[in-house]
């Protein structure tokens, strides 16, 4: 018997090893594939840099769609990932909250003739009383044109406000017909979990340092409104969760050096889905699985239903049904 032990013991961790890096080697082929724009070979122009401000994510994303960036925004940077992209050709002058309470002489400051700013009914669901609107009293006595994008009426209403602000009109009625297009497809597609399936969103951050950070999603957040419950999913989150009261994200604590996964074994997801920087998780699950075995037996690390997907937090108005179909793709059984 003991000799028995001995033997299974060792096959246990191979195979536990195994299924992780299967996962990962899977992950790293999905995120090699060449992006869209390289596959087309990058044929559209840079976009047009207009002298103006910008305030609000989605007004940001739509002009960029448009083939426009101001000289200047006030965006997310720290929460939608498309920033870092723009933020190479457009200077972001900090969040909705920063430019009214950390900076409030920023914008004042920084403008010189137009400010762009986007009114949503529910703009950042973190925060619900940071509003981009709430930077007008800053500007009150300046000579400034202030032009609004108005969402209460949809996302189709929006593109066209803000193409007929930026005199692209032509452009707009196209992004509209290519956006409803991409979202009926991609709800014609979905195949819904029929219920009872359960998913954790892992949220990894790599610095260049080499340290890493983890963290879970807590239900109710953004991945559950627009992509876990349109799919059939249940956040199983609150595993990692350690107090009370309401957060949006739960840190994953560290125990003898190893990040703790041991609430995946009493949440016991279907699957599990890393965004940011999916290498900090797998990381952690791989040296994790090494002293702790036995997670094995979580249904996705058996399954290797591990992916790596992007993060929304519905600042890409205008990508979101192709994000939708990636996580569609991803859940579907």
Not at 132 to 159: R, W
Not at 286 to 296: I, R, T
Request: proline share 7%; aromatic share 8%.
């Amino acid at each position: 018997m003991r000799n028995m032990m001995k033997t299974y013991l060792p096959v246990r961790n191979y195979i536990a090893r195994s299924i992780v890096w299967i996962a990962v080697l899977l992950t790293i082929l999905a995120v090699a594939l060449p992006p869209e724009d390289c596959k087309a070979g990058m044929k559209s122009p840079p976009p047009e840099k207009i002298k103006a401000i910008i305030i609000g994510d989605r007004v940001v994303d739509i002009a960029y769609n448009l083939g426009v960036l101001p000289e200047a925004m006030s965006v997310r940077g720290g929460l939608w990932p498309m920033a870092k992209k723009l933020k190479i050709a457009s200077q972001i002058l900090g969040c909705p909250k920063c430019i009214t309470k950390r900076t409030p002489t920023i914008v004042p400051d920084t403008a010189k003739r137009r400010i762009i700013i986007e009114k949503h009914p529910n703009f950042w669901l973190y925060e619900p009383e940071v509003k981009p609107e709430n930077v007008v009293p800053l500007l009150e006595g300046l000579d400034l044109k202030i032009d609004y994008v108005d969402f209460t009426q949809g996302i189709e209403s929006a593109i066209r406000q803000t193409a007929k602000l930026l005199q692209r009109e032509g452009k707009g009625e196209k992004l509209i017909e290519r956006y409803t297009e991409d979202l009926d497809k991609a709800k014609k597609g979905l195949r819904v979990s029929p219920g009872g399936r359960k998913a954790i969103v892992f949220s990894g951050t790599y610095t260049e340092t080499g340290k890493t950070f983890l963290r879970v999603e807590a239900p109710g957040g953004y991945s559950d409104c627009f992509l876990l419950k349109p799919l059939g999913y249940e956040n199983a989150g609150d595993v990692f969760k350690k107090a009370t009261g309401k957060e949006w994200f739960y840190p994953v604590v560290k125990k003898r050096g190893n990040w703790d996964f041991s609430p995946l074994l009493k949440a016991d997801p279907d699957v599990i889905i890393m965004t940011g920087d999916a290498l900090a998780v797998q990381k952690g699950l791989s040296d994790y699985l090494k002293a702790n075995p036995e997670l094995v037996q979580v249904k996705a690390l058996k399954n290797t239903a591990l992916y790596s997907l992007p993060f929304y937090c519905d600042s890409s108005v205008v990508e979101y049904p192709a994000i939708l179909t990636k996580w569609a793709t991803a859940l579907s059984e």
